[in-house]
């Protein structure tokens, strides 16, 4: 059973555009939300992450929003640009009080065209 | 360096072997996870250690698994008798143990299995 759920593969954007990826999850408990972001060859990067008691995160081009009550979150980077193109995972975290274990999505490929 | 180091980058095994994957984290990173990332999903989690010792060891997928960290510096990830579901990038991360959640990816270790 999949706690955190990205259900779309993939996502193709002109440059300039709003990119907006979606992540859906299962369980309350999870307290701590975060996205990654991973080119090809190279280990996932943290990029942006929010509380479970907040509702917007933002960090210059990027955004994330937590919709609790759908058990719902969105990354929306705007605007998009060729360098942007990677993998990016949803994770959450809260499950586990002897640590930060991060449950992930299983992703979706952004592709942004120049 | 700086980051979360892997070696090696690359194996490939014989179904029936027995393979060790190294992971040294970032100095003074006191939290270290050992994920698997099957080809089109997102990492899943097999051991976090907060030290020397395993603070949960929920995710190894069976007793052919196991981890080491003696000096709570380095970890060894020890597969024994390989098969070929085994085959998948290994991906190490640390981090300081904060609640924020976030981790710092090695580049992986990508395991084949023939």
């Known amino acids: 059973d999949q706690q955190v759920k990205q259900n779309s593969p993939s996502l193709s954007v002109q440059e300039g555009r709003i990119s907006i990826l979606n992540c859906d999850y299962t369980?309350?408990?999870?307290?701590?939300f975060l996205w990654y972001k991973k080119y090809p060859a190279e280990g996932p990067t943290f990029l942006i992450s929010?509380?479970?008691?907040?509702d917007k995160n933002e960090d210059g081009r990027f955004t994330v929003f937590l919709n609790k009550s759908a058990k719902h979150l969105s990354l929306h980077i705007v605007p998009s640009q060729p360098g942007d193109s990677a993998v990016y995972f949803c994770?959450?975290?809260?499950?586990?009080?002897?640590?930060?274990?991060?449950?992930f999505g299983g992703g979706t490929r952004l592709m942004v065209k120049p | 360096g700086a980051g979360v180091s892997q070696t090696p980058s690359n194996k490939v095994t014989e179904k029936g072997k027995y393979v060790e994957l190294r992971c040294d984290p970032i100095?003074?990173?006191?939290?270290l996870y050992w994920y698997r990332q099957s080809l089109g999903q997102g990492p899943e989690f097999l051991i976090y250690?907060?030290?020397?010792?395993?603070?949960?060891d929920s995710g190894l997928p069976n007793d052919r698994f196991f981890a080491v960290r003696p000096e709570g510096s380095v970890s060894t990830l020890k597969i024994q008798r390989t098969e070929r579901g085994d085959s998948a990038v290994y991906l190490c991360?640390?981090?300081?143990?904060?609640?924020?959640?976030?981790?710092?990816f090695g580049e992986g270790s990508r395991l084949t299995v023939l």
């Open positions: 250690f907060q030290g020397t010792g395993a603070a949960d």
């Open positions: 929010i509380s479970s008691i907040k």
């Open positions: 100095s003074g990173h006191t939290a």
């Open positions: 991360a640390s981090s300081r143990g904060t609640p924020t959640g976030e981790l710092f």
């Open positions: 994770a959450a975290s809260g499950l586990n009080n002897a640590g930060n274990m991060l449950t």
């Open positions: 369980n309350s408990m999870f307290d701590y």
